[in-house]
């Protein structure tokens, strides 16, 4: 998969931050944000991810136009960068900038109706805002606000915390090899993928045959975590792989397939996979061990589950060819609803 198609996935997929006004600020009592360490201090920096959220039902874009907060600034935090950019360097366009802002812009600029004072990580443990910052390198840019002390003390970069330590974080448990490999969903995941392989391999290829390239499913290699969630049902992520299998004419290229698949156990034991129209988060795709810029994304650490007001939520760090950032998706028995996030690169 190319960085360029990764990026227009990205573009589909993420209505990014979406501009908070379009939400009404009663729909929620608390606010997430992610940690990000400053890449040049290590300093502990929060962004903000949306919220009030848009009611299970409704889609992402019903209540207006989404536009990405990390590239659209708001006119006041637009100003206050450009005077910081003349006093830096007024020729430095494109060089690295850090502008300190007011911690009340940062949420003017989310929609805030206020500044969150604190945030409160899973432990529980509270952690103080001591101003804003916007940040832009070659890689691209956000707003945040800043936490006393450094990322390495708050916690793991790409986790997320609340304004009111409601979330509630879900360990995950490993699902044993021989359960996941004999799951049916398994099976019909990977038999849709090899049929659609076969019909669009281009004639003036030399495709590998698909049973090939999956092997047999009890030889795949990779792990499923299973989250337990708090109405007795199940979430499960399966990631996987086959053996690299040689591609002729492409030297030492070895092809293999990756799978990702969602699954839904309910309480009563019933089992589905969780539909994907996206195709970004459960998925069967081709890749190469020589993919070195265009490999397909990957979660860059465990993602991490959490119940927020009554409703089931994966949020995660990912890194996928020149692109990498965070993600925030809404589970649902039937489906994946993709929420927003951060995205650097190209």
Sequence with gaps: M??????????ALLPALALASTFTASAAAAHLAVLHPDPQTGQALLLPLPLPLPPAGQDVGASGKLEALQDMLAPAVEAAVQACRVIADPQGE???????????????????????????????????????????????GAVAFVLAGRAAEVGDAGTVLSS??????????????????????????TQAWARDYTTHCPPAQRCPPAPKLLGRLDRLRGGASEYRLASGARLQMLGASARPQPV???????????????????????????SDESRWFSSVELESKSCETQCSWQWDSQPEVFEFAGRSFVFGAFVGGT????????????????????????
């Design 2 to 11: 190319s960085a360029h198609l990764l990026s227009r996935r990205w573009a």
């Design 323 to 346: 692109v990498h950032g965070y993600q925030l998706a809404e589970v649902l028995p039937h489906g994946i609803r993709p929420l927003g996030g951060y995205r650097w690169g190209s």
């Design 248 to 274: 002729a004419g492409e030297g030492a290229a070895r092809a293999f397939v990756m799978i990702r698949l969602w699954r839904w156990q309910g309480a009563d034991g019933r089992a589905r996979q969780i």
């Design 164 to 189: 009111d330590g409601s979330a509630r974080f879900l360990r995950p448990h490993a699902v044993p090899a021989a359960a996941w490999k004999a799951w049916p969903e398994l099976a019909a995941h």
């Design 94 to 140: 494109d060089k690295p900038l850090r502008c300190p802002l007011p911690a009340a812009l940062v949420a003017a600029h989310y929609g805030l109706a206020t500044t969150p004072t604190e945030w409160r990580d899973r432990r529980g443990r509270r952690h103080a805002v001591q101003g804003g910052l916007y940040f832009s390198d070659a890689a691209g």
